[in-house]
């Protein structure tokens, strides 16, 4: 039989199922919950992740695992951005459709060869994990953005303003500089560390969040939200937001996302300026931490998110309500606070059952043996803490008699 006539009988080579990366170096719930939502879809879900594990981490990872189809723990604590993408390069996964990544991993693997891009130019791929050259390129396309320089560099700003990486996330290591001793410090730590980070004016106004999904530069889903104080810092991610009405920021969004030509989720930080204006001072070019609440609000991220990355036919319907006051959905793994363990235990339960619809039964189940761990954990700790305080007490009391 000749070449061409096996060809013509032998079966065709079966298509390869569409998979999702998702590259962290800490576990992260935004991640895991969105996980879940695709593979609840019928994607096939990845993790790639730290290989410097504790003990505890490999138990809560272990905990995690349910929700993917497979997890490799390769990473190095030194340069994983390099060693995540000389590993894909390597090892190209078949059937490779998107990659969601923490910042220090997607700033190495932007235009890496073979992975999927977000913009419409190779160029700018750069320009999502380099927050004073994203600030520098749209106001060269004419969005408004905040006064912004290279920290090191002499500058016009004059306290308070606040100096931050120019690769980061979640409001980490962003400092306030609020005098000129400050500024001082400020000025020598970005000496010590040249170009990698950034002075930025402090706005006076509000906060204001855009979450939502872009296709090649046209929004899918979108909307407004103001975040609720923060648990973890003041410009750090919130436990609780509420949904706003806010036209012209909606469409400064929408213009930057056209400008970059950008495919994925994305969440843009705002802040508004003494004139009311609200100025982007972060992108962040990934999946965020408030998305699922916003997609049990109404809007529809997750299938936004899959027809904008050719894995779903259907064109995403939902709308963002405002004036709604959501949490995020748990777990929050410390249970802390004075008050009943037993109560706090229970909260965070309603919050999974409320998810159970559209994050599926391995998020429920991982994300309730998570929360009973730590559960137990609080529950051994609490009298320990109140034993070292009462004993704390009596011996401020001797030293007082």
């Not at 096939?44 to 504790?54: D, G, I, M, P, W």
């Not at 495919?263 to 982007?280: E, M, N, P, Q, S």
């Not at 954990?377 to 034993?387: D, G, K, L, N, S």
């Amino acid at each position: 039989m000749t070449a061409v006539a096996a060809a013509l009988v032998a079966p065709p080579a079966p298509a390869h199922r569409p998979v999702v990366l998702f590259v962290d170096v800490e576990p992260w719930e935004g991640f895991l919950q969105f996980a879940a939502a695709l593979r609840r879809r019928g994607v096939r879900v990845e993790r790639l992740t730290s290989a410097s594990r504790t003990r505890v981490r490999r138990f809560n990872d272990l905990l995690q695992r349910p929700v993917f189809s497979r997890v490799r723990a390769a990473l190095p604590a030194s340069d994983p951005g390099a060693a995540g993408a000389a590993l894909l390069a390597a090892e190209p996964l078949a059937g490779l459709r998107a990659v969601e990544a923490v910042e220090q991993v997607a700033a190495a693997l932007a235009g890496a060869p073979g992975l999927p891009r977000r913009t419409a130019d190779a160029a700018l791929e750069p320009l999502l994990y380099d927050k004073l050259a994203m600030n520098d390129h749209l106001e060269a396309s004419g969005l408004p953005v905040p006064r912004s320089f290279l920290a090191e560099a002499a500058h016009p700003l004059t306290p308070p303003f606040i100096v931050k990486p120019r690769l980061g996330s979640g409001g980490a290591e962003v400092i306030r500089v609020t005098d000129d001793a400050d500024a001082a410090a400020a000025a020598r730590q970005a000496l010590a560390h040249p170009g990698t980070l950034m002075a930025q004016e402090l706005l006076p106004g509000e906060v204001v969040h855009v979450g939502g999904v872009a296709k090649k530069g046209t929004v899918l889903q979108l909307g407004c939200y103001r975040a609720v104080g923060s648990p973890h810092s003041a410009f750090g991610p919130s436990a609780e937001l509420l949904t706003v009405a806010d036209g012209p920021t909606a469409e400064h969004a929408a213009a930057l996302v056209a400008a970059l030509g950008y495919t994925g989720a994305f969440c843009l930080d705002y802040v508004r300026d003494g004139d009311g204006r609200a100025l982007i001072v972060d992108v962040n070019a990934r999946v965020f931490g408030s998305w699922a609440a916003l997609q049990a609000a109404g809007l529809d991220l997750v299938g936004a998110w899959l027809y904008a990355w050719g894995l779903s036919a259907e064109s995403p319907v939902g709308e963002l309500p405002a004036g709604l006051r959501l949490r995020t959905l748990p777990p929050d793994m410390a249970l802390t606070g004075h008050g009943s363990l037993t109560a706090a235990l229970r909260a965070q339960l309603r919050g999974v059952v409320q998810g159970a619809d559209v994050l599926g039964p391995r998020w429920v189940a991982s994300t309730v043996c998570r929360l009973l761990c730590a559960a137990a954990v609080q529950a051994v700790r609490r009298p320990m803490r109140r034993m070292r305080s009462r004993q704390t007490g009596d011996v401020e009391r001797g030293g007082a008699l």
